[in-house]
């Protein structure tokens, strides 16, 4: 017994000099990181600091340099031009931090995507996910398709593990955290050295060396990870050294919303630019070069297929929804009481708050509204202040509300407050191409949803919403006024998420795993 009993307390002191390590190793990540950003991007981290605090982005305050504007914009060859030209030496340093960061971006995109080994005949699938972000650490779209996908991959009876991208999360600016995050049944593993490095080469190395090491505890048969083509990068390497195929899962068309997140007016970006020509050629690259590409819609697959890659290789996997809200049974009065919401008929949404979200139009459509009509936001973001003050403009504070951020187990009343679920996405490339999770959640739930009328919105509520024309506030306000006067079914558009679960996208995923491994590369 006095045996056993020495023996358990080793085990918890070990566990637990274990768990400081890595909270000591992450701390250690976290200021290598912020030195690093200090030097390399000084006015990077004050707009990354400003954002994650809530603060006005001090960072807008200061001129930039001609080098600047131009590496902002994407022109990389044109910003190595400019940054030799400066005069002024304050100028000369800001522009040698321009040529340190191009010439870092540039070296990421001169790196060869592997072609998936072609390996076949394994019995036993064994998953090693790599996503670049989770839960608890990052609540967002991306976050929980992973949350959910990875659960459903785990449910169809393929063993399955995460491991997040290295430096994850010091590199967003969380000092402490464990060596693995256990959610539900999802184990997610840190990638994380003591020191974050200087060098892009170093980074890719390490990142590698990360993803074999776990990958071969793991006895992992097939590497999945996702957008953006860095993760490509460094997963394929790892997979040839494995001698095991690997998968890429196409999550956004990051190119394409590259263009729509600027952070100043007075600068737009192109499809001409250097950034999205080099990018969309290296998606395109990893896309081709792996065993297997799962996409989000149909719409992805079509456009893939038109770039080259071969539909045979191409899996659609859409976003779903979750079983627990099919069979939810909290009334609105009940989530009401727990959000402390207090409305005649709510308007809202669930969702980042950025400008192609299309939040502005809402805004401006409220007016058109009887008094009675509120909107409300869960969710935070870069757009923020600036739609605040828009509503201040129109003096509709008392009728818009930003709630923020509220945690994914929490999330649930939040929709059921509401009376109806806009998506007002404006109307660009990546909201033309890109499927949303948060209208599927408002379908399960019974809540009308209206839509501005872009592809990727139809097909991902299957013709089961009310469409409207992007970014247009009279079309909006009638669209919720149609909603108002009992104008829709939402039986239809519940039996619609009721047919789109996770548990068959689960299932999907487990035959298109198998797929690969019994034909190789495909």
Known sequence: ??????????????????????????????????????????????????????????????????????????????????????????????????????????????????????????????????????????????????????????ASGVPISVLTRLGYPSVVGVPFSKKVDQIDSVRYERNMGWIFPVTPKKEFELAKQGIVRVAKRENATILHTTTSFKNAVVVSAAAKELQIPWVYEVRGEIEKTWLTTTSSGSVTRSMDSDHFRLSRQKELEAATAASGVVVLSHLSAKDLVEAGVRRQKICVAPNAAEKSLLQGTMSQREARMCTDVNAEFLVGTVTSVVGYEGLETMIRALPLLPDHVSFLVVGDGTDKRRLEAIAAELNLESRVSFVGRKPQDEIVPWYRSLDAFVVPRIDSPVCRAVTPIKPLAAMALGIPVIASDLPALREVTGGCAKYVEPENPTALAEGI?????????????????????????GNVLREFYQEIEKKGTR
Request: proline residues 3%; aromatic residues 10%; positive net charge.
């Open 481 to 505: 006024r149609a909603v108002t006067e009992g104008k829709y079914e939402s039986t239809r558009a519940r039996a619609w998420a009721e047919a789109r679960t996770w548990d068959r996208v």
């Open 1 to 154: 017994m006095r045996r056993n009993s020495q023996k358990d307390s080793f085990a918890v002191g070990r566990a637990r000099g274990g768990a400081l390590i890595a909270e000591v190793r992450s701390f250690s990540s976290f200021v290598t990181f912020l030195v690093k950003e200090a030097v390399t991007d000084p006015r990077g981290l004050v707009r990354k600091a400003c954002s994650k605090l809530g603060l006005p982005n001090a960072e807008s305050h200061f001129r930039s340099t001609p080098a600047e504007l131009a590496e902002y914009r994407g022109d990389y060859s044109h910003a190595l031009e400019l940054a030799g030209e400066a005069r002024v030496f304050f100028h000369r340093f800001r522009n040698a931090l321009v040529k340190k960061r191009v010439s870092d971006e540039l070296w990421w995109f001169a790196q060869t995507v592997e072609t998936s080994p072609n390996q076949a005949g394994t019995d036993a699938t064994r998953v090693l996910y790599v996503a670049g972000n989770s839960r608890p650490h990052t609540n967002s779209g991306y976050s929980k398709r992973t949350h959910s996908l990875v659960k459903a991959i785990q």
